[in-house]
């Protein structure tokens, strides 16, 4: 779904770099000057996805404004990894307040820029899913409302994942976390809750939302440079996959994203003044159970008292999401 | 561009402090750029390194790709066109999707070199040795190659009057243009290499005494066609298939008839049969006493045959001939699937019957060699191709080993190179081993689908009819995208992933051509991009701590 359609070039688009396109098509993490805005040093886990996210996102803002921006960061794990003081791992003007009020303090800070007649400098603010679509929900919901002009990143781990894995309303059903133990006949999160940020920014009737994750760059660059091409309130969910809190393997941090996709689990879509306007298609479809399987945090799911129920219960999910988003050109077909 | 990073804007802390905490010491595991063994190399008899070339080719650097190839064979349009081509076989992308068309983009540079006049300058300062080369087939021109590359003076002698052996006195023109063979030998001898025709070697002792040679490698084929007993009457016309194509190139063709029958299953006896179609026989019949399946002949050379006509008669045994017919015994297969005779018969309308049963070694010039053995019916050789302590070594149809002119080329390779080291007086350093890129290794998420090019033939009527090039070759474009299809088995190729998916930034880009190196000071060991390399060109070993 990004905008470049490249012919075939061995790995067409799939990959970071390819050396045979122009360098004016590669992406912005193939670029050897990229900013790293998130260098090395930071103190996230091994295979973190939303160190990887973050990096992903803030690179290509700060290549679509010419380096001219400023961050407003959230509490959770990208505040508390990458700035335990006095190091920091930002090479960006970056701003940090509370868990809850990233929003609000963006909004600030964009104001302020007006004020000073510096509207060439934009501002970006980020958090994490607990940040974003629990404790800093009315922050957000604020921003969107009045329109004001800040991209908003949420990297989704679905969970908190810094104070120790406990579950947030971004937090799947049937997943083990702190807070959501793996007793009783509904073991893990219960069904029936939660919320999604990315339909209630579009509910906002705002500009610009859309979903990615850390398994396609090029698409996620291409979101962020045009959000970037909107002035007022933007919001992007990236799904970032957490080795600790999800019991992946580190070095499967990439392939969970890609399988949370190709799953159904996880859409993938673009949105512009409310309305869906692009989904990323589903290239090879995977039953959920592929995806499950290798995180701990569903280890009861299978195993020794496994729970088909709740894995087709799951797939339901998945194919409910299929249906509704047209991830897969002929439904029918795929029923597999 | 004009970046803030400089001029810190409402901070406390200084950008990029963490680079103070060096995150490489919580690694357990660390990742190492590796180069693995693709399984297309792996299979080249001439053992081409694949892979490499098209590389080069598939940033559209054709003459750095032929370059590439010629490092080890110096025949690639020849073999673009009639190697059996086992790397494709073994081609992992065929687990994907099709196979790289690697022979049809090994053509296409060949012709691409043809066309533009590329040539190889011998760069190593002479080493004051000679060497006779006894056969000009693709065995005796490839060492000759190589030697002329290793700075020695080479002399080829050959019985013919023209040079190529089977290439040129065997293959038909449909599937190996003359023009072509030329053009590559030419090459060979524009290197300084001395072709002598019309010089049948026999005494090799003598001659290597005599003319001053310190080595000879010998390469003289097989050339005997071999006899069944088959009892005919005084009428029957029958003639050997190495002698009817040997006749093709320039001789008066044989009067073969109308209904032609080819006794034997191999390649020989498709082009036979192919060729008698040309000549202007009917019917052209294959008799083989086993099935389709048991056949040696390669199933491309069985299907083009049956497109152009011929016919096959399988479970078969002639068991005697006469001027119009010929008597054939049904046969069956045992349990260990060895034809059994089962005493029925038919007759077969035939004007004259082709043999091709294969073909035997000339063993006769090897006399006087003393601590020479032959066992088999090939030339006992030694791991470095030495079939005698005096200097002596051997190679191609003659030696043990498949008898295709690609394992040809690669016995002249070798033998060049143990040549040169045992004129030298070293040993040959065994290339370091490389464990083969497995299809399981390989994270083909990334690769884009895309069918193999299929390479033009030409039609029927005229295939049947003229002697013209039956496959015809990729053009430009079509060329690119086979070459672009490769997945780089087990070798980087640039992509950028391992340089992007680390979320520690902890992978350095060395340039264009240089590929990358990891920052051990941060890297946290977290595997991603060792996963996320398609063509498993990064590997995990544990720390030593
Ligand atoms: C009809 C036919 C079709 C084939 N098709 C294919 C194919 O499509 N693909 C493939 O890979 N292989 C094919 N082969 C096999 C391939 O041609 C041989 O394996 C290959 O040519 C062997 O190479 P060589 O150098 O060992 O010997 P040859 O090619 O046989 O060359 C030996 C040379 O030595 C010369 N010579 C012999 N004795 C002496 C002497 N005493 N002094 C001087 N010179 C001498 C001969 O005249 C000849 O020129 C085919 C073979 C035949 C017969
Ligand atoms: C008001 C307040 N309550 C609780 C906390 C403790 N706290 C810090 S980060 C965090 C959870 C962060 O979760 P999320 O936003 O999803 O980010 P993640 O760490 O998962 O990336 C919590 C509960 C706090 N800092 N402030
Ligand atoms: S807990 Fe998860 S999100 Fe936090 S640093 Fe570790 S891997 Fe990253
Ligand atoms: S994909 Fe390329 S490197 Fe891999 S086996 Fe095929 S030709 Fe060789
Ligand atoms: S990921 Fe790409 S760039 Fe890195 S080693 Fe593998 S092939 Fe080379
Ligand atoms: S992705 Fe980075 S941190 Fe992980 S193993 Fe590779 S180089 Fe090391
Ligand atoms: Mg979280």
Redesign the pocket.
């Known amino acids: 779904m990004s905008v470049q359609t490249i012919k075939f070039y061995q790995t067409g688009s799939f990959v970071v770099g390819n050396r045979l396109l122009e360098p004016g098509q590669r992406s912005v993490q193939s670029d050897p000057e990229r900013s790293n805005a998130l260098t090395s040093g930071h103190r996230a886990c091994q295979g973190c996805g ?1 160190a990887l996210g973050a990096r992903y996102a803030i690179d290509a803002a700060m290549r679509a404004t010419a380096g001219n921006m400023i961050a407003v960061n ?5 505040e ?1 990894f990458s700035t335990m003081s006095p190091e920091t791992s930002w090479q960006i003007p970056w701003v940090h307040s ?3 009020n990233a929003a609000s303090v963006a909004t600030g800070v964009a104001a302020a820029l007006k004020a000073k007649g510096r509207t060439d400098i934009r501002v970006v603010a980020q ?6 679509v629990d ?1 800093g929900f009315g922050c957000l919901s604020g921003m969107f409302e009045r329109d004001d002009d800040v991209l908003y990143i949420c ?1 989704d ?1 679905q ?5 120790g894995v ?1 579950r ?1 309303s971004a937090t799947p059903p049937a997943a083990r976390t702190a807070t959501t133990d793996v007793v009783g006949p509904e073991p893990g999160n219960v069904f029936g809750q939660g919320k999604s940020g990315p339909l209630i920014a579009m509910a906002h009737g705002i500009k610009y939302v859309a979903t990615a994750t850390v398994a396609d760059l090029r698409d996620l660059e291409y979101k962020v440079e045009r959000a970037m091409s909107f002035r007022g309130a933007r919001y992007i969910h990236i799904l970032v996959p ?1 080795p600790l809190g999800w019991g992946s393997a580190s070095r499967d941090t990439i392939q969970m994203a890609r399988l949370a996709k190709e799953t159904g689990i996880f859409p993938v879509f673009e949105a512009e003044g409310g309305q869906v306007v692009n989904v990323a298609k589903i290239r090879s479809k995977v039953p959920v159970e592929a995806y499950l399987s290798k995180q701990r945090r569903y280890a009861h799911l299978f195993g020794r008292s496994p729970r088909p129920d709740v894995v087709a219960h799951l797939q339901e999910m998945a194919d409910d999401n299929i249906r509704k988003f047209g991830l897969v050109d002929n439904v029918a077909e795929e029923a597999y | 561009m004009d970046t803030p990073l400089e001029t810190p804007f409402a901070i406390t802390l200084h950008t990029g402090t963490s680079l103070d905490n060096k995150t490489g010491s919580w690694r357990t595991e660390r990742p190492i750029y590796v180069d693995r063994m693709p399984p297309c190399n792996q299979a080249c008899p001439a053992g081409e390194n694949i892979q490499q070339w098209l590389y080069h080719a598939e940033e559209g650097k054709y003459e750095q790709a032929w370059r590439q190839l010629m490092q080890d064979n110096p025949l690639p349009a020849v073999m673009g066109r009639i190697c059996y081509h086992p790397c494709e076989t073994e081609c992992n992308r065929g687990q994907l999707d099709d196979s790289v068309g690697i022979n049809s983009v090994e053509r296409f540079l060949g012709d691409q070199a043809i066309k533009h006049g590329w040539g190889i300058p011998v760069t190593t300062s002479a080493s004051g040795k000679r060497v006779l080369v006894v056969g000009s087939g693709p065995s005796g021109l490839s060492a000759a190659y190589h030697l002329a590359c290793l700075g020695h003076s080479v002399t080829i002698r050959e019985a013919g009057s023209m040079a190529g052996g089977m290439m040129r006195f065997g293959i038909p023109q449909y599937r190996l243009p003359r023009h072509v063979l030329d053009a590559e030998i030419h090459r060979i001898v524009d290197m300084g290499v001395k072709l002598e025709l019309n010089t049948k070697v026999s005494e090799i002792p003598q001659t290597m005494k005599a003319d001053g040679f310190d080595a000879v490698f010998l390469a003289v084929g097989a050339q005997i066609g071999k006899r069944a007993f088959i009892p005919a009457g005084d009428s029957a016309n029958i003639l050997d298939a190495v002698a009817l194509l040997h006749s093709m190139e320039g001789e008066e063709p044989p009067q073969l008839g109308r209904r032609v029958a080819v006794y034997g299953g191999g390649n020989t006896a498709m082009d036979a049969a192919r060729t008698a179609r040309r000549l202007g026989a009917t019917e052209a019949v294959v008799v083989y006493r086993r099935t389709r399946e048991r056949m040696p002949a390669h199933d491309v050379e069985v299907e083009e045959a049956l497109e152009e006509g011929v016919k096959m008669k399988w479970l078969s045994t002639i068991t005697e001939a006469s001027g119009d017919k010929l008597r054939i015994e049904k046969m069956e297969l045992d349990a260990t699937g060895f034809p059994q005779p089962t005493g029925e018969f038919e007759e077969l309308a035939a004007d004259s019957l082709i043999l091709a049963l294969g073909q035997d070694v000339d063993f006769s010039l090897l006399e006087g060699i003393d601590d020479l053995v032959i066992e088999n019916g090939s030339v006992r050789v030694g791991p470095n191709m030495m079939a005698s302590g005096t200097g002596v070594f051997a190679g191609g149809d003659m030696a043990p080993g498949e008898r295709t002119a690609t394992v040809a080329v690669g016995h002249g390779k070798k033998a060049a190179k143990c040549i040169d080291a045992w004129l030298r007086g070293v040993e040959v350093e065994a290339a370091p081993k490389h464990d083969v890129a497995d299809f399981s290794m390989l994270n083909t998420w990334y690769y884009c689908d895309a069918p193999k090019t299929v390479r033009p033939q030409l039609d029927m009527v005229r295939r049947q009819s003229t002697f013209d090039e039956v496959v015809g070759g990729l053009d430009e474009s079509n060329a690119l995208f086979e070459a672009r299809r490769c997945m780089s088995c087990g070798n980087c190729f640039e992509c950028d992933n391992c340089y992007g998916v680390c979320p520690d930034n902890a992978v350095i880009k060395l340039g264009p051509g240089k590929r990358f190196a990891f920052d051990y000071d941060y890297c946290k060991g977290c595997g991603i991009c060792a996963q996320e390399c398609p063509a498993a060109a990064i590997m995990m070993v544990p720390e030593t701590i």
Not at chain 1, 159 to 163: A, C, D, L, P, Q
């Open positions: 939303e959230a509490t959770g794990c990208l508390v509370l868990f809850g958090g994490g899913d607990g940040g974003t404790i990297y781990n969970g908190y994942m810094n104070t406990q947030s957490c």
